[in-house]
């Protein structure tokens, strides 16, 4: 037998709707009313006398002087919890502007999560168009609403839900307090949001990691920005993550038309190689893309010694976060379980740096195939066919590279070039008549387009919410759990060297200080100094969040952050 939920009403007026929700209810509820006005005043009201016994004699609490704003501060409420707190139709009072009703909402979310469950909700009924949401109809101008979803943001809440106020479910229900009067709000169309808890931010921290690279073991220092994206296990034999299931459904398919071997993903994240060895890659790849590392210690000697240059390469032999799985790929085809006419699969996490934007991400997984197949049969046409026949519902286009007919690219309007198929040189195989096909295909792309996910940045999202959908069978279609985050704009600008500034480093910059939640950075001005020869550069950074809550308070300390690590990392001079 379930608990009876503990349900908390604030702002009531006449006690209606308490009454209303106690006999619409089809679950056992405790329910505790709460008014502001005290109880002499309450009862002036038409009804309300009623209504209250009618609570009482259902054993319901009913308490007055119940400020919204400071729940947690009454004494019958202090040492309580509730699954849900409802508030219909809040109102600052008397004739108040928009700013005094956020200040109202924003007050109440603070204090309902004093008071609220770790998995509780917070149900809020707006009039329509006060929210200021797409769910709106018409939908107000932001600056003209009461801004809901940022005014709960600023207590740690997300919008999950927004339904429709039905009236009509409870009989007997007439709202009140219309500019502090006996007078109802206008309730067509009104709307009920319901509000849950967001999954916490974690500031991204120096992480040490280990490689094994041949008999050497090496200690390194992950940049700080990426600190979020190791260690996931998207891709482990329990995985139910969506990278995970596009790349079983991939394989799947591609069995039918060929025989394919998994690799065991037993390859380090970190490689060691000369710069002039970046061909392995393709053209696509350059020094200035990559993640250099400087090894604090190898298995064995005593800490590096600092040189210049530690965060580029040199004429010596350098380590890199892997750039792409074909750095492996010399290893897999010299593998004694590497047999032509067969596809083998590796998958893994490649990094590149890479601006802030919508499309383009610093890391990713990546499935490389490979696989050794007579010239005569034209492998590439036929990978290329199956590929083709299996990702172009999903908006995935094919295109022969314009300089290279050997090379496809696969394209989407989000991202073009995000897979490759390709032949690669192999002497050990030439002799033989045999071709060697290559396809690397960005998964996280993928399976953003297959799942019809509208930010990348959700497939790396620490909330349970996100993996609950797709372990659930049957699969349904995405619905994602934090509905209308808002967006918030905000321009940055400094002086800088143009000889010595390195956009890609700024942008890492802003990755660090705003923990991810800046969505995309746009260089809006430029103006260089006819005479001192340095330059003035003005960013526009559009901050929001597609899984938590994120609030004007938070992002005015990462502004502050960000100034203070541009100014230490980058050597430029704010404006």
Not at 52 to 78: M, P, Y
Not at 554 to 566: A, H, N, V, W
Request: net charge negative; charged share 20%.
């Amino acid at each position: 037998m379930c608990a009876a939920r503990e349900v908390l009403l604030v702002g009531e007026g006449n006690f209606s709707f308490a009454v209303a929700l106690i006999e619409s209810s089809m679950d056992e509820l405790n329910i505790t009313a709460t008014c502001l006005h005290s109880e002499d005043v309450s009862i002036r009201m038409d009804g309300t006398r009623e209504n209250i016994q009618r609570l009482r004699d259902c054993g319901s609490s009913v308490l007055f002087r119940v400020d919204c704003t400071c729940l947690s501060e009454h004494e019958a409420l202090q040492s309580h919890l509730f699954d849900c707190i409802i508030f219909n139709f809040p109102h600052f009072g008397r004739k108040s502007g928009v700013r005094k009703n956020r200040s109202l909402l924003a007050k109440f979310f603070l204090s309902c999560v004093q008071v609220l469950k770790g998995e509780g909700e917070v149900h809020l009924t707006l009039c329509n168009g006060q929210g200021g949401t797409p769910a709106d109809s018409p939908m107000r101008e932001w600056q003209n609403s009461w801004q809901a979803v940022a005014m709960a943001a600023e207590a740690g809440l997300i919008l999950s839900e927004v339904h429709p106020f039905d009236q009509t479910k409870y009989q007997g229900y007439k709202c009140t307090g219309y500019r502090s009067q006996d007078k109802g709000f206008h309730v067509d169309s009104a709307l009920n949001h319901i509000f849950k808890r967001s999954y916490p931010y974690t500031t991204p921290v120096n992480l040490k990691m280990e490689a094994a690279l041949a008999k050497d073991r090496i200690l390194f220092e992950l940049p700080e920005e990426l600190s979020e994206y190791v260690n996931r296990s998207f891709l482990d034999s329990q995985s139910c993550h969506p990278v995970k299931l596009v790349q079983e459904q991939l394989l799947r398919e591609l069995k039918s038309s060929w025989p394919v071997y998994r690799l065991p993903q037993n390859f380090p994240e970190l490689v060691c190689y000369a710069p002039d060895q970046l061909h392995t890659f393709g053209s696509d790849f350059s020094p200035a893309n990559m993640y250099w590392v400087r090894p604090i210690k190898t298995h064995g000697q005593g800490p590096h010694e600092e040189d210049e240059g530690d965060d580029h390469p040199s004429s010596n032999t350098k380590y890199a976060l892997q750039p792409s799985m074909l750095t492996h790929l010399s290893e897999i085809i010299q593998h004694e379980d590497f047999c032509p006419g067969t596809l083998h699969a590796l998958s893994g996490l490649v990094f590149c740096r890479a601006p802030v934007s919508t499309s383009t991400s610093p890391v990713h997984h990546q499935l490389l195939l490979v696989g050794a197949f007579p010239s005569d049969s034209e492998p590439l046409k036929g990978l290329r066919g199956c590929l083709d026949t299996l990702l172009s519902p999903y908006g995935v286009l094919m295109a022969e590279d314009q300089e290279d007919t050997k090379k496809v690219w696969m394209n989407s309007e989000k991202l073009p070039k995000f897979g490759r198929l390709t032949y690669v040189s192999a002497p050990e195989y030439e002799f033989q008549g045999v071709r060697l096909s290559v396809v690397t295909i960005n998964l996280d792309h993928l399976a953003t387009l297959v799942f019809n996910l509208f930010d990348w940045r959700l497939l790396w999202s620490p909330d349970p919410r996100f993996l609950q959908h797709f372990s659930s069978k049957p699969l349904e279609p995405f619905c994602c759990f934090s509905l209308y985050p808002p967006s918030y704009s905000h321009d940055i600008s400094f002086w800088m060297e143009p000889d010595s500034f390195d956009e890609l480093d700024f942008h890492a910059v802003v990755r660090q200080a705003s923990a991810g939640t800046v969505r995309e950075v746009v260089l809006v001005d430029r103006f260089r100094h006819p005479h001192m020869g340095h330059a003035s550069l003005c960013y526009r950074l559009t901050y929001q969040s597609p899984d938590r809550a994120l609030s004007y308070s938070q992002i005015k300390d990462m502004q502050i952050q960000l100034r203070k690590l541009i100014s230490q990392k980058l050597q430029v001079t704010l404006r």
